[in-house]
């Protein structure tokens, strides 16, 4: 079942780049018509004014960086929660938003809890994004989007949450065009940004042996930064919460520019700060960040594409991620931080497919 890899979180990494282009598939063949989401799916835009994104862990992180992505693209004001605080708070329900439960499995319950109390509130709208046909979640919505991850044994989600922001960009565009917000020019650059994807999947997947070097460095440490900014701060929280799943090392996320409100006094020449930092409009921003951890002693870990323009020094080490793919560099750059955890626990020896203390599908609270 293994095939030439050595653990399921190892083969499900490598799998993206087809996990991705099936998931694709669907979404280039659908021309972002609603129907992509279910038959009654232009009823439902019609009705809806924002979007409220309800999801744990991984899946939580995915619907992170769809807020950005559903804002920027579809002008949609769009909210996103943890499912197990979203079911216990006094929420002032709209119920003209769409509720978006994101879920690889299906069956985690603090989603579907969630999903059933914002059903009591007055949302009639509701959308699942899972990855497992007919599971609770999925049933109890009323449109659904498939990934075509195919089955994940993992306990660490890799080719699940990138399939998850595929569904999540189609949702966004989907409901730009179903607006009448999406220029023609616009749509071809998306449709381009998706075809090109799982090509540039495989080339950050053939930097394995530099990350791999680097997860020999991060092993012996106790603790780890991670840092990104924009649509990028979710992939930092990503990295950190593989990192911690199925190394045990301690790592945070910090949106870059926070460094200074805390997280700076953390930084000594003990800490590895990981940097996501391909080259954006806040890329600037980034550097300046950055800055203040070497002046600290901190060791920096950058991923930066082809055009960031950085160069190695002293305490800085770079990775050079493919050009980034536009609007879809999320996904793009979840792959490397992905293969970062992998590589560090492997060093450490840890179960990496069956991490302690965790089940695959979260079924209690
Ligand atoms: O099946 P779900 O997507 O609902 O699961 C949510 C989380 O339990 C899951 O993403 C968890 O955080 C993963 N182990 C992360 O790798």
Known sequence: ELGP??????????????????????VLESGFAPSLFGDHAQNVFEQIDSVQILACGTSYYAGSVARYWVEAIAGVPCSVEIASEYRYRDVVANPKSLIVTISQSGETLDTMEALKYAKSLGHEETLSICNVQESAIPRASKLVFYTRAGAEIGVASTKA??????????????????????????????????????????????????????????SPKDHALFLGRGVHYPI???????????????????????????????????????????????????????????????ELFVFADLDSHFSESEGVHVIRTPRHVGVLSPVLHAIPVQLLAYHAALQKGTDVDKPRNLAKSVTVE
């Open 5 to 26: 890899y050595n653990h399921f979180m190892q083969k499900e990494i490598h799998e993206q780049p087809k996990a991705l282009s099936d998931t694709i598939e669907q």
């Open 161 to 218: 949450f990138t399939t998850q922001l595929i569904a999540l960009f189609a949702l966004a565009v989907t409901l730009a065009k179903f607006k009448g917000k999406l220029t023609a020019e616009k749509e071809t650059e998306y449709l381009e940004a998706l075809r090109h994807l799982p090509g540039s999947v495989q080339h950050a997947l053939n930097l394995e042996p530099q990350i791999k070097s680097w997860a020999e460095k991060f």
């Open 236 to 298: 930092a929280l990503e990295g950190a919460l593989k990192l911690k799943e199925i190394s045990y090392i301690h790592a945070e996320a910090y949106p870059a520019g926070e460094l200074k409100h805390g997280p700076l006094a953390l930084v000594d020449e003990k800490m590895p700060v990981v940097v996501i930092a391909p080259n954006d409009a806040l890329l600037e921003k980034v550097k300046s960040n950055m800055q203040e951890v070497r002046a600290r002693g901190g």
